[in-house]
């Protein structure tokens, strides 16, 4: 059974740093694209960056410069490493592991950026 589970959320002040980390179990991960995405209160959900099956990086132009996405096959996990952080970051952070027709989500971790 495939599962993802995010874990490195908390609270943080401006300008402050998080790592978070997903971590699967139950997929070939090193066949899956792994994904960050983020919803807001109130607002939809946001992709923030991915990262390929075969290492490639994409990041949303709000958190470029200050995000960077790392992945370890051997650990079936992937890292989203925040730096800078601010406000608007605020926010339930989800990853999901995506191959051909097949997805799967994790239930998020909590990033609040607050003084």
């Known amino acids: 059974q495939a599962q993802l589970v995010e874990s490195g959320g908390g609270l943080v002040q401006p300008g402050g740093s998080l790592r978070l980390s997903c971590a699967a179990s139950?997929?070939?991960?090193?066949?899956?694209?792994i994904g960050w995405y983020r919803q807001a209160p109130g607002k939809g959900r946001e992709w923030v960056a991915t990262?390929?099956?075969?290492?490639?990086?994409n990041y949303a132009d709000s958190v470029k410069g200050r995000f960077s996405i790392s992945r370890d096959n051997g650990k079936k996990s992937v890292s989203l490493e925040m730096n800078s952080l601010k406000s608007e970051d605020t926010a339930l952070y989800y990853c999901?592991?995506?191959?051909?027709?097949?997805?799967?989500w994790g239930q998020g971790t909590q990033v609040t950026v607050s003084s």
């Open positions: 990262i390929t099956a075969g290492g490639s990086t």
């Open positions: 139950g997929i070939s991960f090193s066949m899956y694209d």
């Open positions: 999901d592991a995506r191959f051909l027709s097949l997805r799967y």
